[in-house]
């Protein structure tokens, strides 16, 4: 059993917030349940490397669990209790929020956060395209309501507003996939003598003609890259879940050799400033760059 779920059964709290965790036994034999949560782990996983891989699968979920839990008590949960929020509640979920968004900027006070538009996606629980959430925000805020955005969206007077410009349907099926830390591994690109090498796999980076290929460059200097396959599904916001991005874009690689980048992207938006710090990072890692072609709306 990892450490999350071992905290999960011995807090309280925790487990009053993911339903179905929570124990009806008293905290005197959080040992015991401990124990027997292993027995039923280990049946399920069966051997050494399956538990292994099981472990991988098993704390990515408690990372989706809780990060859904935080955030729906944000922006859902605290408003169906019936009861007056405090100062300190309100302060208490914009603390959540901003740390949402604003993740990496103690590394790198120049990243950017993501644009306006997409901190609707970063806070929602169901992490929805932002784009598409911003058309019913207009709605929401023109409405006066005095309901928090989410809840009159899900629950209150606005769960059944549906729009022309943006179907319900499509509201609710374009939900950018947010990776958790496990997941993100897959997607993290070194530089081995001048070449884009996937780390976990040891694969160059290739990417295929007529797709699109996103990359994000993290406040403490760790690049990923993956395709984008559909719009509303997978986005440079995916990578780190939201926070803040030293530089995103698009590349075009073959075999590893970078061929082309260009710093396009509409969740970062940008600057000059963040494509020099993605330059001087390939420059760092020795990238030959004399045949790469820069495409870029700055002067650099």
């Given at each position: 059993?990892?450490?999350?779920?071992?905290?999960?059964?011995?807090?309280?709290?925790?487990?009053?917030?993911?339903?179905?965790?929570?124990?009806?036994?008293?905290?005197?034999?959080?040992?015991?349940?401990?124990?027997?949560?292993?027995?039923?782990?280990?049946?399920?996983?069966?051997?050494?490397?399956?538990?292994?891989?099981?472990?991988?699968?098993?704390?990515?979920?408690?990372?989706?669990?809780?990060?859904f839990a935080s955030l729906k008590h944000c922006s859902v949960s605290f408003f169906d209790v019936?009861?007056?929020?405090?100062?300190?509640?309100?302060?208490?979920?914009?603390?959540?929020?901003?740390?949402?968004?604003?993740?990496?900027?103690?590394?790198?006070?120049?990243?950017?956060?993501?644009?306006?538009?997409?901190?609707?996606?970063?806070?929602?629980?169901?992490?929805?395209?932002?784009?598409?959430?911003?058309?019913?925000?207009?709605?929401?805020?023109?409405?006066?309501?005095?309901?928090?955005?989410?809840?009159?969206?899900?629950?209150?007077?606005?769960?059944?507003?549906?729009?022309?410009?943006?179907?319900?349907?499509?509201?609710?099926?374009?939900?950018?996939?947010?990776?958790?830390?496990?997941?993100?591994?897959?997607?993290?690109?070194?530089?081995?003598?001048?070449?884009?090498?996937?780390?976990?796999?040891g694969l160059p980076v290739s990417t295929v003609e007529g797709s699109k290929w996103i990359f994000?460059?993290?406040?403490?200097?760790?690049?990923?890259?993956?395709?984008?396959?559909?719009?509303?599904?997978?986005?440079?916001?995916?990578?780190?879940?939201?926070?803040?991005?030293?530089?995103?874009?698009?590349?075009?690689?073959?075999?590893?050799?970078?061929?082309?980048?260009?710093?396009?992207?509409?969740?970062?938006?940008?600057?000059?400033?963040?494509?020099?710090?993605?330059?001087?990072?390939?420059?760092?890692?020795?990238?030959?760059?004399?045949?790469?072609?820069?495409?870029?709306?700055?002067?650099?």
């Amino acid at each position: 059993m990892n450490e999350t779920t071992a905290v999960a059964v011995r807090d309280p709290k925790l487990s009053r917030c993911l339903p179905g965790l929570s124990s009806p036994r008293p905290l005197s034999e959080p040992d015991a349940a401990a124990a027997r949560l292993q027995r039923i782990y280990r049946s399920l996983c069966g051997s050494r490397r399956n538990r292994s891989d099981c472990a991988v699968v098993v704390d990515e979920l408690w990372w989706k669990a809780l990060d859904f839990a935080s955030l729906k008590h944000c922006s859902v949960s605290f408003f169906d209790v019936g009861k007056p929020e405090t100062a300190a509640s309100r302060w208490a979920r914009a603390r959540t929020r901003a740390a949402k968004i604003g993740k990496g900027l103690s590394k790198d006070e120049k990243a950017q956060k993501l644009a306006l538009q997409h901190w609707l996606e970063a806070i929602d629980p169901r992490h929805r395209y932002g784009h598409n959430l911003q058309s019913y925000y207009d709605v929401w805020f023109e409405s006066e309501s005095s309901q928090p955005f989410f809840y009159w969206l899900d629950v209150g007077d606005g769960r059944a507003t549906n729009l022309d410009k943006c179907p319900r349907s499509n509201l609710q099926d374009q939900r950018i996939r947010y990776l958790g830390p496990r997941e993100r591994e897959a997607y993290e690109v070194i530089v081995e003598d001048g070449r884009l090498v996937y780390r976990e796999s040891g694969l160059p980076v290739s990417t295929v003609e007529g797709s699109k290929w996103i990359f994000v460059l993290s406040t403490s200097r760790a690049l990923y890259v993956g395709q984008q396959k559909r719009k509303g599904n997978f986005h440079h916001s995916s990578f780190l879940a939201g926070g803040a991005a030293t530089a995103a874009g698009r590349l075009v690689a073959a075999g590893g050799a970078l061929k082309a980048i260009w710093p396009y992207s509409g969740h970062y938006l940008p600057t000059a400033e963040n494509f020099e710090e993605f330059i001087v990072f390939l420059r760092d890692n020795n990238v030959d760059l004399s045949n790469v072609k820069v495409y870029s709306y700055f002067h650099l």
